[in-house]
Nanobody, 116 residues
Framework: QVQLVESGGGMVEAGGSLRLSCAASGRVVGVLAMAWYRQAPGNQREFVAGIVSGGDTRYADSVTGRFTISRNIAWTTGHLQMNSLKPEDTAVYYC??????????WGQGTQVTVSS
């Protein structure tokens, strides 16, 4: 089992920045990828950014050039640096880890609110 805890959310004005963190604990082995998703009220959960074991990253078109995903070697910490935030970035942000099996785990989410 893997436990994920997100932190770093909050309220910020448009144009501002936030840095989300994801702390992974438990049996953090065989990790294939870490990703961030978000869900705004009334919307489905959507992919935001991901990083795989080889280091390659992928971003949703809506955040490319503004967000940066990173992680440590052990996969026990991940970050999502969010710059130039827009009101449409307002959502609950979730950390996700995929491990060999395959299995995946989710955190409880952290709220990000961007005011105009």
């Amino acid at each position: 089992q893997v436990q994920l805890v997100e932190s770093g959310g909050g309220m910020v004005e448009a144009g501002g920045s936030l840095r989300l963190s994801c702390a992974a604990s438990g049996r953090v082995v065989g990790v294939l990828a870490m990703a961030w998703y978000r869900q705004a009220p009334g919307n489905q959960r959507e992919f935001v950014a991901g990083i795989v074991s080889g280091g390659d990253t992928r971003y949703a078109d809506s955040v490319t050039g503004r967000f940066t995903i990173s992680r440590n070697i052990a996969w026990t910490t991940g970050h999502l640096q969010m710059n130039s935030l827009k009101p449409e970035d307002t959502a609950v942000y979730y950390c996700n880890i995929k491990v060999a099996g395959p299995r995946e785990y989710w955190g409880q989410g952290t709220q990000v609110t961007v005011s105009s």
